[in-house]
């Protein structure tokens, strides 16, 4: 009667039921062994990528998908990680910075208001640290300084050799 109400006949039904597992199944109940294993010995913390990592360095080579797939078909999961942040209050300011503009970037004539910048750019040999300062009345870039090593007082440096010197580019 089940045979019928599945529209299968029930020679291939007995077929079904007395054939072996696929070569693929039987990978994946070894596999799946291995992946039990390591979860077990990471007191059920480990997820899917670390688990794969794991299996790809003993030389057992599979991917992410297929182990994540194997663990959620026998409720194998990991434990996620919590992220701590540090997060700063953006409202206090340390006390011995001082805002001089206000929020106002406006201004009138040429040199009477610089701002400053340093990022870094990754080169072959490293990285290379840019300091700009920019007039903020006609939007020129006043100076540039490339160096290599990470100093924290390039801004202070830029500011104070563009005061002095007037220069409009240094690579010192």
Not at 35 to 57: K, R, Y
Not at 95 to 101: A, G, K, P
């Amino acid at each position: 009667m089940m045979c019928r109400l599945l529209s299968v006949s029930s020679s291939g039904y007995y077929a079904w039921v007395s054939r072996s597992p696929s070569a693929q199944a039987a990978a994946n109940d070894v596999l799946l062994n291995d992946i039990s294993d390591l979860h077990e010995d990471s007191d059920g913390v480990w997820g899917a990528p670390t688990i794969t990592d794991e299996l790809n360095m003993k030389g057992i080579k599979c991917s992410v998908n297929r182990v994540a797939r194997l663990m959620k078909s026998n409720g194998l999961q990991g434990i996620p990680q919590k992220r701590q942040w540090k997060k700063k209050d953006s409202t206090q300011r340390p006390s011995d910075v001082v805002n001089h503009l206000e929020r106002d970037f406006s201004a009138e004539e040429p040199n009477q208001k610089w701002v400053t910048d340093i990022t870094y750019i990754r080169t072959g040999e490293g990285f290379l640290y840019l300091c700009v300062v920019k007039d903020l009345c006609n939007g020129v870039m006043v100076l540039a300084i490339f160096k290599s090593p990470p100093l924290c007082e390039y801004s202070k440096a830029a500011l104070l050799a563009c005061s002095n010197s007037g220069c409009l580019w240094a690579d010192r």
